[in-house]
Nanobody
């Protein structure tokens, strides 16, 4: 099991940047995949970015070239650097850890991008 705590959300103008952090309650070195999802009102939760412990990454097409996921195993933390933010990026962002067949989620952090 693992507990995940997100931070770094907030209100930003279009074109601005934010960095989200997700700190885990245990060592993340052995967690194969960690990622970020988001959910806007009325929409389903969708994958934003994910990274395996080997360093492979996967991004949603809408964020490629603007968002970067990284993980710091020494700090048990996963980051999401978000640049060139758009109003359509507004959502609650959730950290995810996939441990074998079980997904674990943080409580979410709100990101609001104003036009």
């Amino acid at each position: 099991q693992v507990q995940l705590v997100e931070s770094g959300g907030g209100l930003v103008q279009a074109g601005g940047s934010l960095r989200l952090s997700c700190t885990a309650s245990r060592n993340i070195f052995s967690i194969n995949t960690m990622g970020w999802y988001r959910q806007a009102p009325g929409n389903q939760r969708e994958l934003v970015a994910a990274m395996t412990r080997g360093g492979s990454t996967n991004y949603a097409g809408s964020v490629k070239g603007r968002f970067t996921i990284s993980r710091d195993n020494a700090r048990n933390t996963v980051y999401l650097q978000m640049n060139s933010l758009k109003p359509e990026d507004t959502a609650v962002y959730y950290c995810n850890a996939q441990i074998f067949a079980d997904p674990y989620w943080g409580q979410g952090t709100q990101v609001t991008v104003s036009s």
